[in-house]
């Protein structure tokens, strides 16, 4: 139990010293992490709401961190590539997180074509029950994106490397309010890269 800890900590450790120097993405990441908590909340009161909420908040927040503001030169830090950090990245790097945001931004196009989602749902009458079956559709989506590189995890590396990032997944919301619940204040000093980034 103390190495799946130990990899748990190293995950989150790399995750945090390769992708989030940027000042405004940590900021995103606490937007983030604080509506996937409420997000999680509601998951057992209304799963629709919970599932828009986490997707159309934390995640787009989260991933626009990644995409629009975090430096993609070279580390100098970590003396290491954009590339290469890509390449060992253990969950969704950016190109997989592309793939991921276009399945989740053309799913609600399965529920024109397919009301009842295969029977699986009560067919939408207006925009307001259309909603709440894409944000039940997005759940599925969600889970079955954590489920399906959980499990191929499993066969790149092996089963523990798997669950580790799968529990990183779902305590990230948590860690990073830990981590990152200053860098508001941060920014609105004008510091827009983490310190130790900007000294090199």
């Not at 629709?48 to 927040?61: E, G």
């Not at 029950?129 to 790149?156: D, E, I, P, Q, Y």
Request: charge should be neutral; proline fraction near 4%; hydrophobic fraction near 50%.
């Amino acid at each position: 139990m103390s190495d799946f800890f130990e990899q748990l900590r190293i995950q989150r450790w790399d995750d945090h010293r390769y992708y989030h120097h940027s000042r405004i993405n940590q900021s995103l990441h606490l937007v983030s992490a604080l509506s996937f908590v409420c997000a999680y909340a509601l998951l057992f009161k209304d799963p629709a709401l919970a599932a828009l909420l986490a997707w159309l908040v934390s995640m787009t927040s989260r991933q626009a961190g990644h995409f629009f503001f975090e430096p993609k030169g070279y580390d100098v830090v970590n003396q290491a590539t954009h590339e290469h950090k890509e390449d060992i990245k253990v969950g969704y790097n950016l190109r997989r997180k592309v793939v991921l945001l276009a399945i989740w931004a053309a799913s609600p196009l399965l529920l024109v074509w397919q009301p009842s989602l295969f029977g699986l749902l009560e067919p939408h009458t207006g925009l307001e029950s259309f909603t709440r079956n894409t944000g039940l559709l997005w759940l599925a989506v969600g889970v079955g994106g954590l489920v399906f590189r959980t499990v191929h995890l499993f066969f790149l590396k092996d089963v523990e490397a798997g669950l580790v990032w799968m529990t990183k997944i779902l305590t990230d919301p948590f860690h990073d309010i830990l981590l990152y619940y200053k860098a508001p204040l941060a920014l609105l000093r004008g510091e827009l890269i983490e310190p130790r980034q900007a000294a090199h």
